[in-house]
């Protein structure tokens, strides 16, 4: 499956921005899908991860009051709906699609368990 995330963009501390992500490919509703974040000089970090169907949700706890994950399966498409953003919240910010499980749960936070990866989409928080 091949992703492509957009969405990404300058905005000011407290206010929003929605990511996307598309996919292409293989049937999209095969895969768990996550988000994930890389600030420079840090580490890349879990966001947040929805299954399959979309029922199951599971979120970092930094974002987890702020932040929406969700999918479209007939788009083939997710989402990450990002409010009341943070400076810290400037990254890069990744999709990613999982073929093992078909929920979402903590086993998701672990970046090695994707199998496909999309670009990324730069999002910065101005303060």
């Known amino acids: 499956v091949q992703l492509q995330a957009s969405g990404g963009g300058l905005v000011q501390a407290g206010g929003s921005l929605r990511l996307s992500c598309a996919a292409s490919?293989?049937?999209?509703?095969?895969?768990?899908m996550g988000w994930f974040r890389q600030a420079p000089g840090k580490e890349r970090e879990f966001v947040a991860a929805i299954s399959r169907s979309g029922r199951t949700k599971y979120y970092e706890d930094s974002v987890k009051d702020r932040f929406t994950i969700s999918r479209d399966n007939a788009k083939n498409t997710v989402y990450l709906q990002m409010n009341s953003l943070k400076p810290e919240d400037t990254a890069k910010y990744y999709c990613a699609a999982d073929e093992t499980y078909a929920n979402a749960g903590v086993f998701l936070k672990d970046d090695r368990e994707y199998d496909y990866w999309g670009q990324g989409t730069q999002v910065t928080v101005s303060s």
């Open positions: 490919g293989r049937t999209f509703s095969s895969y768990a």
